[in-house]
């Protein structure tokens, strides 16, 4: 016989009250896990390229079929734009312009990219030109009639297990980048975390494009990253500074030939 009358009643009592408060208790029949946040691989970091796989002048290789699926429509407006700006080597770089996607994700020249992640959203931060992604994460969704085309669109995410899903729509049309495509382009992407051979943590993203007006059929490549060394970090990319010094050094001679008084240029401060 138990001497203590109130054995085996504290634990129930005590279940009854985590029940209140929003705990939970196997003794009430929850089930593991309920009521607290699903957890998901962390794809917080530095990522950089493997320069073993991209050695050099092979960073700035775009991960993209040399020969892509075309429509006629794709190559005749890409060859035009060849035609037009290959004679002068230029590029939307050489105007500080970053490519979008999904060229600012396959290539970006072999700088880093930066990703921080929040329940809600996950950011994605490329070195080069400071190019910004935001994806959305179990958010509603922003009304059609409120989006307009970018050059990096409109993000979606969602979890399927250890992989983000991301779809990304709203794009403007591009022919400036090696992946061109229509504003009808719907980019899917499946972000996962993963060792490789020598153990080092990689970050995959398995991107599939499908533009029925630029492409005969969908085209689907991989990129891999590796997490930058302990250390490294992410650098300030401003292109347009040179242009902007030049600019008011050309003002600056043009006030002192009219005789205007004129303050220190902003070089003379820089190191």
């Known amino acids: ?10 634990p129930a009592a005590l279940a009854v009250c985590l029940w209140l408060l929003g705990g939970t208790s196997p003794a009430l029949g929850a ?6 946040p699903a957890q998901h691989p962390d794809l917080t970091g530095i990522w950089t390229w493997d320069t073993d796989i991209h050695p050099g002048a092979g960073r700035f290789d775009l991960v993209w079929p040399a020969n892509p699926p075309f429509t006629q429509e794709a ?6 734009y060849h035609k037009l700006v290959d004679p002068r080597a230029e590029t939307p770089s050489s105007f500080c312009l970053g490519m979008g996607m999904p060229g600012s994700t396959l290539a970006s020249g072999g700088y880093p990219m930066e990703v921080i992640q929040r329940p809600e959203q996950v950011t994605l ?23 307009f085309p970018t050059r990096n669109g409109y993000s979606t995410g ?16 591009s022919v400036d980048q090696g992946s061109a ?45 590796i997490a930058m060394k302990k250390g490294g970090r992410m650098l300030d990319y401003e292109c347009n500074e040179e242009a ?23 070089q003379s401060s820089k190191p």
């Open 244 to 266: 902007w010094d030049e600019h008011l050094e050309q003002l600056s001679k043009e006030a002192a030939k009219a005789g205007m008084p004129v303050s220190a240029s902003p």
């Open 1 to 10: 016989m138990n001497a203590n009358p109130l054995a085996g009643t504290v």
């Open 181 to 225: 495509h229509s504003d009808e382009a719907r980019i899917v992407e499946r972000f996962r975390l993963g060792r490789d051979a020598k153990g080092r943590k990689t970050l995959t993203d398995q991107l599939t494009l499908t533009d029925p007006r630029f492409y005969t059929q969908p085209v689907s490549v991989t990129k891999t990253w």
């Open 125 to 147: 931060i490329q070195e080069a030109h400071s190019e910004i992604r935001r994806i959305f994460i179990g958010q509603p969704r922003v009304p059609d009639s409120d989006l």
């Open 75 to 80: 190559r005749e407006k890409v060859a035009a």
């Open 31 to 36: 089930e593991p896990g309920m009521g607290q």
């Open 158 to 173: 969602r979890w399927d297990g250890d992989t983000l899903v991301v779809e990304t729509s709203f794009l403007q049309e």
